[in-house]
């Protein structure tokens, strides 16, 4: 069975949240939107996350998705860093929960696995694939390009569950 839908993909960071809009038909990839929600270093955090969740919510109202799909949380050694990456990520979970769309949360690994073959591939590599995969696509900005890969793997995770016959899924 073919799938069709339009997939939200977001890239959680606290000073920049990239998205991407893609629409599948079957095997076919179709980019409709992506770009960055920037943030006032200067505000505080939690006027950051209220200005996140209200862009958020004007997008979903905006392109409507039937999915959407969220980067994990790359933990690194600055622990406070990672905590205020972990709040954007929640917000970014949030919003498409509260909308009532289905939300699916990978790791960067797989994201670069569906993307370009590799799950240690560099970020150059992903953005020349998602380009390659979504021509016509003008990203501006890493942010973009990895939220566009967020979408990409996660359709190519729906046409995967898709193809699987539900006797066998549930057994799984």
Not at 38 to 51: C, K
Not at 68 to 87: D, F, H, I, M, P
Not at 96 to 113: D, H, L, Q
Not at 118 to 134: H, Y
């Amino acid at each position: 069975m073919a799938i069709r839908a339009r997939i939200l993909g977001l890239d959680p960071g606290l000073r920049f949240t990239g998205f991407g809009i893609i629409e599948v038909d079957g095997n076919r990839l179709r980019h409709i939107a992506d770009g960055v929600i920037p943030t006032d270093g200067d505000t505080s955090v939690a006027e950051r996350l209220r200005v996140l969740d209200a862009a958020l919510t004007e997008l979903l109202q905006t392109y409507a998705p039937d999915f959407a799909a969220v980067e994990e949380t790359y933990v690194n050694r600055n622990a406070t860093a990672t905590l205020k990456l972990g709040y954007a990520r929640g917000v970014a979970l949030l919003a498409p929960a509260r909308a009532g769309i289905p939300v699916a949360e990978y790791g960067a690994k797989t994201v670069k696995r569906a993307v370009v073959g590799t799950g240690n591939a560099e970020k150059s590599q992903v953005a020349l694939m998602v380009r390659r995969l979504l021509p016509g696509a003008t990203i501006k900005r890493a942010d973009a390009a990895d939220a566009l890969a967020v979408a990409i793997c996660h359709a190519h995770h729906l046409a995967t569950a898709s193809a699987i016959p539900a006797p066998l899924a549930a057994t799984a």
